[in-house]
């Protein structure tokens, strides 16, 4: 299997070459060449299957190997802020082949790879029976911000999965005026919500999504991208709006319509929402306060209710910490601060270095 960049410049790599890098060198995003496509032999295989197992059999589809990474930085600012020096370092190829560096976050196709199983999964949990023709329609809810639980899910539909996609963000809505009037633009600025890990503003996976909506056509997505770089604002060719509005819905959750579906949620069923599963509950409860008939739905929950108490106590409800979470809370923590003011990028480098010289002095120890 190989993987292209969005933007059709960098040359292709293999699985491995995906994995140990972040941006492509031309600033896109790697994709693989050809989508496989799912039989209804398969997808009957695979619904018997647990979580692991659908997730051995997507990797399969597309991988080799694997390996994990590790993180000594802790950042002052937002996940905009940070992915400027992020591309900065990505972008000197040479560097990135010294220090075999990857990114786990959404940037990197094997964070995609793995979050479709989320998609699979609860498709199946959502379908009691596949004998039926055509097979039964799912809406999935995502929750996202940066886009790649998004890019996940509508990759699985390409692949044959029957999922309807409802995309679900909260007061940063750049995605949301993307899919309801091209308008792929900029706001002024983050703003900082309840939803705090999707307080996002520029939804990088869109890139992903354009590149499939075009027809896997590089150059268109790499002029609109460019144009988005250099003006933070672009409206869609209206050929690409309508194949994005055709095969997403999308809504825009506020603070308050968070917290209500927190409490509604708990007063309903007891069940303590985080406030990004809370932003695809909120769509839930909208249609059905509208009695609208509809295929079975699922919101996807990316969060622990646990990890966001200030969340839970704005709800008016009570947060619940696990005894394993407390635990951790006595731990000491182990992490630079990047301050506003400093050199981030500079930052990254010198802590890739140093970690690279320790792993080489670890190596050589262990082989001697
Ligand atoms: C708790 C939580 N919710 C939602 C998201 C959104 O993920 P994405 O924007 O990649 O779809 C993230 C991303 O890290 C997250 O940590």
Not at 131 to 148: I, K, Q, R, S, W
Not at 303 to 321: I, Q
Request: with cysteine; aromatic share 8%; glycine share 4%.
């Amino acid at each position: 299997m190989w993987y292209v960049s969005t933007r059709g410049v960098a040359p292709r790599v293999n699985f491995e070459g995906a994995l140990f890098s972040g941006y492509a060198p031309d600033g896109g995003l790697f994709m693989p060449e050809e989508l496989p496509q799912l039989d209804r032999g398969t997808l009957c295989q695979w619904s018997t299957l647990s979580y692991p197992g659908l997730v051995k059999e997507l990797c399969a589809l597309f991988i080799g190997s694997e390996l994990l990474p590790k993180d000594e930085l802790n950042v002052e600012g937002n996940s905009d802020e940070l992915d400027e020096p992020i591309k900065t370092v990505f972008a000197d190829v040479a560097f990135v082949k010294k220090h075999n560096l990857m990114s786990l976050n959404s940037i990197n196709w094997s964070r995609v790879l793995v979050q479709m199983a989320h998609h699979f999964f609860a498709y199946f949990q959502c379908t009691p029976s596949l004998d039926t023709h055509p097979l039964p329609l799912v809406e999935v809810v995502v929750p996202t911000g940066a886009a790649g639980n998004l890019a996940a899910g509508y990759i699985a539909q390409k692949i044959g999965l029957p999922i309807r996609l409802v995309v679900a963000v909260n007061r940063n809505d750049i995605i949301h005026r993307t899919v309801q009037q091209g308008d792929f633009s900029l706001s002024e600025a983050v703003k900082s919500t309840l939803a705090s890990a999707m307080d996002i503003q520029v939804p990088y996976n869109m890139e992903r999504v354009f590149w499939l909506l075009s027809g896997s056509d590089s150059q268109v997505t790499r002029a609109l991208m460019e144009q988005f770089e250099r003006t933070q604002s672009v409206n869609l060719p209206k050929e690409l709006h309508s194949k994005l509005s055709e095969a997403v819905t999308s809504v825009s959750v506020s603070d308050e319509a968070i917290t209500q579906t927190m409490g509604r949620c708990w007063d309903e069923n007891q069940y303590l929402l985080c406030p990004h599963s809370a932003v695809a509950v909120n769509y839930h409860y909208q249609q059905i306060d509208r009695q609208q008939p509809s295929t079975p739905r699922c919101c996807l929950a990316p969060a622990s209710a646990a990890k966001f108490p200030e969340a839970v106590l704005a709800a008016g409800l009570t947060p619940e910490t696990p005894a394993e979470i407390v635990a951790l809370e006595h731990k000491e923590t182990r992490c630079t601060l990047m301050r506003r003011g400093d050199n981030w990028m500079l930052m990254l480098r010198d802590t890739i270095e140093d970690l690279s010289r320790q792993w080489r002095s670890h190596a050589l120890n262990t082989s001697q």
